[in-house]
């Protein structure tokens, strides 16, 4: 029987960690990398696993791969605290591994914005790679948003993660302009530069992709806020990029 290994990096996700744990009891193992919670990250979780690491924060592609190096599971399941794997998901995911030829599983996303689950816009058809054989897969060296990176062959579930980003709008706020430093920090390092026109352009077009090519506006009034603060996480992504650049020039 194939051993399974949930991971998930933390920090002051005391509002989501215990609905996350109580939906992987299935698994034989749960691990935690906690980049230094100040709420009760770590006493929550303490009350589902043992297997809970406090350390500092190297980005989020390191930490899961500190996290993986610790799994001794024969299957990796990769969850954010935001995250809640569904009692369909449950019994595909038990089914599948004991029989699947497959090294590696996409699963379907159904995302919450406002209290809304949202269907179209840049959040449809969404699916991650978040199931892989332990010695099949390892994690990008990406400071924000990194992927698992698989070395064979790729399927895909049928049930969903259920994902639940913000829990206030003042989160949201919150994690829209810590995700925008990171990242334009990260391009800043990587040589990349941009200007007023470049942060105008890319987020007049992720609001017309996201609202209108991709049918945001069928999710109502959740769906224009969706297009428009990811236009906004666009936008100042690109402009703190250009005021990188242009203090790093003083």
């Not at 089914?95 to 699947?100: M, V």
């Not at 996303?109 to 209290?115: K, R």
């Not at 058809?125 to 992927?147: A, P, W, Y």
């Amino acid at each position: 029987m194939s051993r399974l290994s949930v991971i998930i990096v933390t920090k002051n996700e005391a509002h989501n960690i215990q609905a996350c744990l109580a939906s992987v009891q299935f698994a034989d193992e749960i691990i935690i990398f906690d980049s230094g919670s100040t709420d009760d990250t770590v006493a929550i979780a303490s009350a589902y696993t043992p297997h809970i690491t406090v350390t500092d924060w190297p980005g989020d592609g390191p930490q899961k791969n500190r996290a993986l190096q610790k799994a001794t599971g024969d299957w990796i399941l990769c969850l954010d605290a935001d995250e809640r794997v569904s009692e369909n998901l449950k019994q595909e995911i038990l089914a599948t591994l004991t029989h699947t030829s497959f090294d590696a599983f996409e699963i379907p996303y159904q995302s919450s914005y406002c209290g809304k689950m949202i269907r179209f816009g840049d959040w449809r058809n969404e699916k991650h790679l978040r199931l892989f054989r332990r010695d099949k897969g390892r994690f990008t060296e990406d400071i924000v948003h990194c992927h698992a990176q698989i070395n064979g062959s790729i399927g895909l579930l049928k049930h969903s993660i259920h994902h639940h980003p913000f829990h206030s709008l003042e989160h949201l706020l919150h994690k829209l302009n810590d995700y925008s430093t990171q990242s334009a920090r990260h391009k800043f390092e990587s040589g990349k530069k941009a200007g007023f026109t470049t942060a105008l352009a890319h987020a007049s077009w992720a609001f017309i992709r996201g609202y209108i090519i991709k049918y945001g506006f069928l999710d109502g009034k959740e769906g224009f806020m969706l297009a428009f603060s990811n236009a906004q996480g666009t936008y100042y992504r690109y402009l703190k990029l250009m005021y990188l650049w242009k203090n790093a020039s003083q």
